[in-house]
């Protein structure tokens, strides 16, 4: 094996080597193409065998995230889930016997653990924990094994339909007594949902490269009507607005699942169930499957190199990610950016557990405000992200740039909850605040969503796309296995969820600022095609 990672085109175990049956795109480093050799620009060039995206393959990509929208694996089921817990639990100062939801409660929820008892919301910060923790295992052991062959597609398929069973198998979930399987379902659902979004994240640059738009980009830099510069520009560009569409997609999808859940929470003939949250989260996995299963019939064919002589996909991906951090000298701002999202990660991810944990609790669990909810942060986010992109557009606005106003709510919804640490009229204790949480996020954290998968986009080498979107990945799930277990063990040592909220506050403010200051796009850019052109000579 050696010690450079594989590469798109070129077999591990001997630098260089073509392998005669997979087509070797050139990544150039060339001077500007109308003669301006002031620099030497990295211009990736576009395998010309892969097949060009057409308008149904578009179409269904974004219409799988329309359905993967995460209504029910992310949002209900975790309602369910607490809902169910908080039923079972008694309340620690009446002792056991007595019911967390009597009018008389003090608040505070807990469970038979182990020897002893741990609260509800500390359970449900552990199981975003363990969750995390298979991502990482996941992501680490196959992720990477995505660039060879077909296999990528077959990781997406594959986790899609684990999520699919589990979502429906929630029917089960008909009483309290039941709570532990619903943190089993729980854990399942939020991790094959997690790899969902990797995976099909990682079929994002592929696409975006093999765009008629992309094309004819590039057909204008080889003919020098474009300099490089441009070219890179208006390519940042294409792939900010598919980014972009792929996200009002799934706040769309989010809209259209909160409205459908209507037409069961809100007619006395099913409001009145008791059934009728499963039945909601049955419904949200069909329109899912619905609008989901278009991707896995018109994706196109382009497949990665076969898998090298000797090795295997759950051992290749181990020796990938260890190959690919030895180049961090080589592609310093990719990692800085990996590392600093892994603590933005981290602590978005885990301020939003908190606050939802807040926000069931306000709402009694009830499925019917939280679909109202659901409906302004959906309104909100899909109005945001056209907005975000018209003005990108409108004024070329750098994604790092967009990124960064984003951070910046990012950094303050954490500091507005620790607020709430020393007063009850602020910091998510009231009702109009958590309406107002999910206006905010829907316009603000949406776009966070987009310009952070262009950001590490722009950053990766192209054709090694699996293996760094993989690492993306785990950034972003690996660090979130961090803050809950944190969080859960400041809040079982002090009895109060809200100071949680000062850790997850400095958490978001390091990495924002360290992206901001020590991540060069540009140059990050430039080094990453300059280190793929490397790999193939």
Request: aromatic share 14%; net charge neutral; charged share 15%.
């Amino acid at each position: 094996m050696s010690a450079e990672p594989a590469t798109e085109r070129a077999r591990p175990g001997s630098a260089g080597a073509k392998d005669p049956d997979v087509s070797d795109p050139k990544l150039e480093v060339l001077p500007d193409a109308r003669g301006e050799d002031k620099a030497n620009v990295m211009v990736a060039s576009l395998d010309k065998n892969e097949p060009l995206v057409t308008r149904k393959e578009l179409w269904s990509y974004y219409l799988y995230y329309n359905g993967d929208n995460g209504v029910g694996p992310l949002g209900y089921t975790q309602t369910l889930f607490q809902g169910l817990a908080t039923s079972a639990g008694h309340d620690p100062i009446a002792g056991p016997g007595s019911s967390c939801t009597a009018s008389s409660a003090s608040g505070q929820c807990v469970l038979p653990w182990g020897a002893g008892t741990r609260s509800v919301a500390s359970i449900v910060l552990l199981a975003n924990g363990i969750s995390f923790a298979i991502m990482t295992a996941i992501f680490t052991t196959i992720g990477s094994a995505g660039d060879y062959g077909t296999f990528g597609r077959w990781l997406l398929f594959v986790v899609t339909v684990v999520c699919w069973a589990a979502q429906y198998a929630c029917m089960a979930l008909t009483s309290p007594s039941r709570w532990k399987l619903a943190m089993v379902l729980y854990i399942i659902s939020f991790v094959s949902y997690g790899a969902t979004l990797v995976f099909y994240a990682a079929a994002f640059p592929r696409l975006a490269r093999n765009t008629p738009h992309s094309r004819m980009l590039r057909d204008k830099y080889e003919n020098g009507e474009i300099s490089a510069e441009e070219y890179e520009r208006e390519e940042s560009l294409e792939k900010n607005r598919i980014s972009n569409i792929s996200t009002m997609h799934s706040n769309v999808g989010y809209l259209a699942t909160c409205a459908l859940n209507l037409a069961l929470l809100l007619p006395s003939t099913t409001a009145h169930s008791p059934l009728v949250d499963n039945y909601v989260l049955a419904l949200d996995n069909t329109y899912w499957v619905l609008l989901g299963v278009w991707w896995f019939i018109y994706q196109l064919p382009r497949p990665g190199p076969p898998l090298p002589k000797g090795e295997h996909y759950f051992t290749i991906g181990w020796k990938q990610i260890w190959a690919t951090v030895k180049t961090y000298k080589h592609l310093p701002y990719t990692f800085v950016y990996l590392v600093a999202y892994f603590l933005l990660a981290d602590g978005l991810n885990t301020t939003g557990t908190l606050v939802t944990i807040c926000q069931n609790a306000k709402f009694s669990f009830s499925f019917l405000t939280l679909t109202y909810l659901g409906l302004s942060q959906a309104i909100a986010s899909t109005i945001s992200v056209l907005g975000f992109w018209y003005i990108q557009r409108y004024w070329k606005i750098s994604t790092k740039m967009m990124f960064g106003v984003t951070n910046v709510v990012t950094i303050s919804i954490s500091l507005w909850g620790m607020i709430g640490i020393w007063t009850d009229k602020f910091g998510f204790h009231n009702v109009w605040e958590f309406w107002a949480y999910n206006i905010v996020f829907g316009l603000f954290q949406a776009p966070y969503y987009a310009f952070s998968q262009t950001m590490m986009a722009e950053l990766s080498p192209p054709g090694f796309d699996n293996m760094f979107f993989g690492l993306f990945g785990l950034s972003n799930r690996a660090s979130s296995m961090v803050g809950p277990i944190v969080v859960q063990a400041i809040i079982d040592n002090t009895g109060n969820n809200w100071q949680g909220f000062p850790f997850l506050f400095a958490l978001c403010s390091v990495a924002s600022l360290i992206i901001w200051f020590a991540v060069d796009v540009e140059k990050g850019r430039r080094a990453a095609v300059n280190w793929a052109s490397s790999q193939r000579k």
